[in-house]
């Protein structure tokens, strides 16, 4: 992201830069959480791989091949399945698999095709919960090191509310020195200055509660938090491979064909996970800052979006518009405004009734 500087004030350009930081950490987490779709793809493409090359022929009807995918498995396969789910932490999503599994061994006999659907079953869960991994960490970082800047930004408010500032005031950083000055802009005198080294004391910076971060990472916005918009997406994927793995479709398609259709059944999984894991970055960055400003009194905010050939109507519309604390609704006048936002709300020090 490019950023002319001369166009933002000090506090816009920071909070940009932040939002940048944010989403290149979402780049490293989803490289981590694509390997994990890739290996569960691979894995499963071997798995229709042995099966065309064992069993089929060229030019089987759908009546064989219905016939060999509903042949018998000796249930110590099953141990091989458990194996396979062995790796799945998440309590929610672990027992799903496991009472998935209890269910088949509670069966007399076990087909082909309900072992390959199992299979594709573990695999997209043993993807989704690298991905929910990544998820915790990357917001739970992202929260931590927002709540910090936050904390530097109300010392600005609390030091800039003291004086009748002029509208469209823009607090300058001093370099150098590493300061706040705030100027009156008619008259470019300082009005005061603020350090940002030594802006707070330490005993008034208070650390983000790990009861507040759990607590954020279980809030819903649009009715959903975003855990239950991953294992919505995972089972999803889940569905869509076990309606492929279907006697009808495996006599239907050449080994190509059903390698393919799994690629793109798993890149439409990884298209999911970067939508999601960057709109769910940018709403975490939202509401930290809301919380804080709300606590600390903050009348208002300013949305500034990033301008660039990405930019949606919605926060081209809304860049540079200016909110009252207590009307925010995230998804409205809070970023994030629809999937993939970048758009970010940054406190208003623009008149004395801030």
């Known amino acids: 992201m490019k950023v002319d500087k001369n166009n933002f004030n000090y506090w816009q350009l920071r909070d940009l830069q932040d939002e940048q930081k944010n989403q290149d950490e979402a780049t490293k987490r989803l ?6 779709y890739q290996k569960a793809q691979a894995y499963l493409s071997d798995e229709v791989q042995k099966i065309y090359r064992r069993y089929f022929y060229a030019d089987i009807t759908a009546n064989e091949v219905a016939k060999i995918m509903s042949s018998h498995i000796s249930p110590s396969e099953l141990v ?4 396979l789910a062995s790796n799945i932490v998440d309590k929610e999503s672990k027992k799903a ?8 061994a509670a069966k007399i006999r076990i087909t082909r095709l309900e072992e390959l659907q199992v299979k594709a079953y573990i695999a997209a869960k043993n993807a989704g919960d690298v991905e929910l991994d990544q998820n915790i960490k990357l917001h739970t970082d992202v929260m931590k090191r927002t709540w910090a800047e936050v904390e530097k930004q109300g010392a600005i408010y609390d030091k800039a509310k003291d004086y009748k500032l002029p509208n469209k005031t823009k607090p300058a950083l001093e370099s150098k020195e590493n300061k706040i000055v705030i100027k009156n802009p008619k008259t470019d005198k300082k009005i005061a200055t603020v350090s940002m080294e030594q802006d707070v004391p330490k005993s008034k910076i208070t650390e983000l509660p790990n009861r507040y971060v759990e607590a954020a990472l279980n809030s819903r916005w649009e009715g959903k938090n975003f855990s239950s918009r991953i294992w919505d997406n995972t089972d999803k994927l889940a569905e869509r491979l076990q309606e492929l793995f279907t006697a009808k479709e495996l006599s239907g398609m050449s080994e190509r064909e059903m390698i393919k259709q799994i690629e793109v059944e798993f890149n439409t999984s990884r ?5 999601l894991i960057r709109t769910e970055v940018n709403y975490f960055y939202s509401k930290i800052k809301l919380d804080s400003w ?18 949606s109507k919605i926060c081209r519309a809304i860049n540079n518009k200016i909110f009252n604390v207590s009307d925010a609704v995230i998804g ?5 405004l629809h999937p993939f936002c970048r758009t970010v709300p940054v406190i208003y020090l623009g008149n004395n009734k801030s």
């Not at 606590?295 to 301008?307: D, M």
């Open 80 to 83: 091989t399945l458990q194996a």
């Open 332 to 336: 409205k006048n809070v970023p994030p």
């Open 271 to 275: 298209f999911n996970a970067s939508r």
């Open 294 to 311: 709300k606590k600390r009194g903050v009348k208002q905010y300013q949305l500034i979006a990033v301008l660039d050939s990405r930019t």
């Open 97 to 104: 698999v496991d009472d998935y599994l209890n269910q088949l």
């Open 31 to 36: 490289k981590v959480i694509n390997a994990a």
